[in-house]
């Protein structure tokens, strides 16, 4: 912490199963139940055919390649990540889904490597081998001394938030919750008798007032409170009404930051009573390459979110965002027209946001509050 300003990375969705795994020093069962791929080196193949041969196997900083140089550079106080992939070697594969996602657990050190504070468990594919893979995924990151929010052997620990002490005295408090619009079964809700995920069966006002009860029994003095959502569909910039309502009434309740993902790619980005909203972070490590459809989404970009909050108000003190390009399953530096791409994209579907290019090639916002702000030294 710098200034009195807590810095946060965020990204959307790290999914290092399937293909990706394959190319780690510890490949899991290849094996698939897809409707068209039954081989999960046929991903790896996808990408080569895109893009050139990817070597395998590859060391744990590959998948990262550039997002650890932003990580270093940028010294971020907390690092979040939505971690979409069961870790396990189960076989027991979810019924009526149609693609699961597992990694190794041999391979966290292609997680590790990036040192995340919080992995974000609340979504769609934590439970793809079922509740024996996620009480293994528990077990595996539990053992590699990372905390997780999201997903637990009871209610108690699925909705419990992660603490992240800061410099200062302070703590980050992340808090996870998957929406059933993203694809959830409602059964894979924790409860008494099962394990299970954070569950929101539905974006309503009395959901929001729950949630934000859950957040003032939590919450000491001096705390930041983070909310990471994964909620809505794959494709498309139209943000639903009840999930801008909802983060509007989390805000209202005091949380200083939403963070939502689900999408492939990036969404709205909202600053709402000086708060940062983010509707979709959109993908940031997968094995998605050489997949066709969808073009015009560009969701070969990624984007590395490093968002500062004061830390004795919670508000918006300025948000940097590192576009980056998935290229032979690695993260590269996102070449300029691609940059002007993103930033005018994102300017254009972020209502009351403006978005500039830095003369560094990241991406920043422009807001009156935040100006109004940074005019008056705070």
Same mark, same amino acid.
């Given at each position: 912490?710098?200034?009195?300003?807590? !810095?946060?990375?965020?990204?959307?969705?790290?999914?290092?199963?399937?293909?990706?795994?394959? #190319?780690?020093?510890?490949?899991?069962?290849?094996?698939?139940?897809?409707?068209?791929?039954?081989?999960?080196?046929?991903?790896?193949?996808?990408?080569?055919?895109?893009?050139?041969?990817? /070597?395998?196997?590859?060391?744990?900083?590959?998948?990262?390649?550039?997002?650890?140089?932003?990580?270093?550079?940028?010294?971020?106080?907390?690092?979040?990540?939505?971690?979409? !992939?069961?870790?396990?070697?189960?076989?027991?594969?979810?019924?009526?889904?149609? @693609?699961?996602?597992?990694?190794?657990?041999?391979?966290?050190?292609?997680? !590790?490597?990036?040192?995340?504070?919080?992995?974000?468990?609340?979504?769609?594919?934590?439970?793809?081998?079922?509740?024996?893979?996620?009480?293994?995924?528990?077990?595996?990151?539990?053992?590699?001394?990372?905390?997780?929010?999201?997903?637990?052997?009871?209610?108690?620990?699925?909705?419990?938030?992660?603490?992240?002490?800061?410099?200062?005295?302070?703590?980050?408090?992340?808090? &996870?919750?998957?929406?059933?619009?993203?694809?959830?079964?409602?059964?894979? &809700? &924790?409860?008494?008798?099962?394990?299970?995920?954070?569950?929101?069966?539905?974006?309503?006002?009395?959901?929001?007032?729950?949630?934000?009860?859950?957040?003032?029994?939590?919450?000491?003095?001096?705390?930041?409170?983070?909310?990471?959502?994964?909620?809505?569909?794959?494709?498309?910039?139209?943000? /639903?009404?009840?999930?801008?309502?909802?983060?509007?009434?989390?805000?209202?309740?005091?949380?200083?930051?939403?963070?939502?993902?689900?999408?492939?790619?990036?969404?709205?980005?909202?600053?709402?009573?000086?708060?940062?909203?983010?509707?979709?972070?959109?993908?940031?490590?997968?094995?998605?390459?050489?997949?066709?459809?969808?073009?015009?989404?560009?969701?070969?970009?990624? #984007?590395?979110?490093?968002?500062?909050?004061?830390?004795?108000?919670?508000?918006?003190?300025?948000?940097?965002?590192?576009?980056?390009?998935?290229?032979?399953?690695?993260?590269?530096?996102?070449?300029?027209?691609?940059?002007?791409?993103?930033?005018? !994209?994102?300017?254009? @579907?972020?209502?009351?946001?403006?978005?500039?290019?830095?003369?560094?090639?990241?991406?920043?916002?422009?807001?009156?509050?935040?100006?109004?702000?940074?005019?008056?030294?705070?």
């Amino acid at each position: 912490m710098t200034g009195g300003v807590v !810095t946060l990375f965020l990204c959307g969705d790290v999914m290092l199963g399937r293909g990706v795994d394959q #190319i780690l020093a510890h490949p899991g069962s290849p094996r698939l139940r897809e409707d068209w791929v039954t081989d999960a080196r046929d991903y790896v193949r996808l990408a080569e055919s895109a893009h050139g041969p990817v /070597p395998a196997p590859v060391g744990p900083s590959w998948p990262w390649g550039e997002a650890l140089r932003v990580l270093a550079e940028s010294g971020p106080d907390v690092r979040v990540v939505n971690l979409e !992939t069961s870790v396990t070697r189960c076989d027991a594969f979810a019924p009526d889904k149609a @693609i699961h996602y597992r990694m190794h657990p041999a391979n966290l050190p292609a997680l !590790t490597v990036a040192r995340p504070d919080v992995c974000v468990l609340a979504n769609n594919h934590v439970l793809d081998f079922g509740r024996p893979g996620l009480a293994e995924t528990l077990r595996s990151l539990a053992g590699a001394g990372l905390r997780t929010a999201g997903a637990g052997h009871d209610p108690d620990e699925a909705y419990a938030p992660a603490a992240v002490p800061v410099p200062g005295g302070g703590r980050v408090l992340v808090f &996870a919750l998957g929406a059933r619009s993203s694809g959830i079964p409602p059964d894979w &809700a &924790a409860s008494r008798a099962v394990a299970g995920v954070a569950y929101l069966p539905e974006l309503s006002a009395a959901t929001a007032a729950a949630v934000v009860r859950h957040v003032r029994r939590a919450r000491r003095a001096g705390d930041l409170v983070v909310v990471s959502v994964h909620w809505g569909s794959n494709w498309g910039y139209r943000v /639903p009404r009840d999930q801008t309502r909802f983060a509007r009434a989390l805000v209202d309740g005091g949380v200083d930051l939403v963070h939502g993902h689900s999408s492939h790619h990036p969404r709205p980005v909202e600053i709402y009573r000086d708060r940062l909203v983010l509707h979709g972070c959109g993908d940031f490590i997968d094995d998605y390459e050489g997949i066709s459809g969808h073009a015009e989404y560009r969701d070969d970009l990624r #984007i590395a979110w490093l968002v500062r909050l004061a830390a004795d108000t919670g508000r918006l003190a300025g948000l940097t965002m590192v576009p980056l390009r998935a290229h032979r399953m690695r993260l590269e530096e996102a070449p300029p027209a691609d940059r002007a791409w993103l930033r005018a !994209t994102l300017d254009l @579907i972020s209502p009351g946001v403006r978005v500039a290019e830095a003369p560094d090639g990241t991406l920043t916002v422009v807001h009156p509050a935040l100006h109004q702000r940074r005019a008056a030294g705070s």
